[in-house]
């Protein structure tokens, strides 16, 4: 089994990277809402249509050193950035739960949170058109595929989005609803280990507001740090070690 996972991993690279090159295009296209098929990749500097064979993930940037083939203007090193992170994260997804149907469900939670994480980032924003119908696909693909677990994906699902809508009422400034809706998806992929995404994420964001109010003083105040990341880091940590880390800390206490 073990071995069996590790083999399906390594099939499952190429169709990883190829994932997280088609992510590049909806973070770059979609918060402008530009079309994700057409026209095909172009260099943003002097539009010249990109080969195939410049189009390779990871290894056309490395080839060309971070530079468009035709007119030289730096690619930023955040798209091989990018496609490393969805290789890896997705192939961990299938050595982590085989070639399964629960392994192609996290497969496309990831991958959007990939996305997410990069368009809020750069925009500020958790768009309605990834969160909403990633939430429908996520919690009725873990009613079909567990549907015993159907209260915690629900509980879960409501528990986590309104802990965070108690906070942006509190703090109208500090977060957005696209928070509380990303919140709803994640405790519908992960049921109880939500606690640790949402624990993970809220005081990794806490330590980078307090970084930056540490280097830039109270102007530091001023500068937002988007939650959106820190969930999905979260995420990653509550699919991959939630249940584990939920024993350690009930076993501690009890
Ligand atoms: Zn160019």
Known sequence: METMNWFAAVLALPFALAIGSF??????????????TRPGSHCMSCEQAIAWYDNVPILS???LRGRCRRCGAAVSWRYPALEAIAAALISAVVLRFGFTPQAALY???VAALIALAAIDIEYHILPNRIVL???GVVYAGQI?????????????ALGAAGFLLAFALAYPAGMGMGDVKLA????A?????????MMVGVVAAGLLGVAVIARHGSAGRKVAVPLGPFLALGAVVGLFAGPELLDVYTGTWS
């Open 184 to 187: 709803l998806v994640l405790g």
């Open 189 to 197: 992929a992960l049921g109880f280990s939500v606690v640790v995404a």
């Open 144 to 156: 079909v595929l567990q549907p015993d677990r159907v209260l915690e994906w629900t509980l879960a």
């Open 133 to 135: 119908p990633l939430f």
């Open 23 to 36: 992510l590049n295009v909806v973070a770059a296209r979609l918060p402008r809402g530009e079309s994700l």
């Open 107 to 109: 497969a496309v939670f």
């Open 61 to 63: 940037w490395l080839a």
